[in-house]
């Protein structure tokens, strides 16, 4: 059974066929009304200061939860659209390139970002494919 989690609030659940309901829609978050769910093989439990960034498969960022400002300083209108990689200035990529290569997750990643005050800050990524045709990936950043 697939399980889903907003990248928006971190509500997880579980749904049979990844439909919601009898529509042909994918499930929306229906807790915070966020537009869509992020599918993960097995369900995930984030730290609570954990922030989810789910990008497409460019890299660019495509929403951010909760928890990535107090983390980063970057709000989300600051960071839509840009590589993640360079935006959050990561200490290496490795793990995300074998993410999206691969398809494969990564967990427990230790790297480190910069602030938006310039300031690098270790962290500890968890890093998703998505598995559906959008090659996207689901960045999960805790502080270290």
Same mark, same amino acid.
């Given at each position: 059974?697939?399980? @889903?989690?907003?990248? $928006? #609030? %971190?509500?997880?659940?579980?749904? !049979? ?11 929306? #978050?229906?807790? #915070?009304? @966020? ?19 789910? #990008?497409?498969?460019?890299?660019? /960022?495509? !929403?951010?939860? $909760? ?9 989300? *209108? ?31 990643? *230790?790297?480190?970002? %910069?602030? $938006? ?11 998703? *494919? =998505? ?7 689901? /960045?999960?950043?805790? *502080? =270290?």
């Amino acid at each position: 059974m697939p399980f @889903f989690i907003c990248p $928006r #609030c %971190k509500v997880r659940r579980s749904d !049979a066929d990844g439909r919601e309901g009898l529509s042909s829609e994918p499930p929306s #978050c229906q807790s #915070c009304d @966020f537009g869509f769910m992020f599918e993960l093989l097995e369900d995930y439990y984030p730290a609570p200061a954990t922030g989810l960034l789910v #990008c497409d498969q460019e890299r660019r /960022v495509l !929403a951010t939860g $909760r928890g990535v400002f107090e983390l980063t300083g970057f709000d989300e *209108p600051s960071i839509l659209g840009r590589d993640i990689v360079e935006a959050l200035s990561f200490s290496t990529i490795e793990a995300i390139e074998t993410v999206r290569e691969w398809g494969v997750r990564k967990l427990s990643q *230790p790297i480190s970002v %910069k602030t $938006r005050a310039g300031i690098a800050k270790p962290v500890t990524a968890d890093l998703f *494919p =998505a598995y559906d045709d959008d090659g996207g990936i689901l /960045v999960a950043l805790t *502080p =270290a």
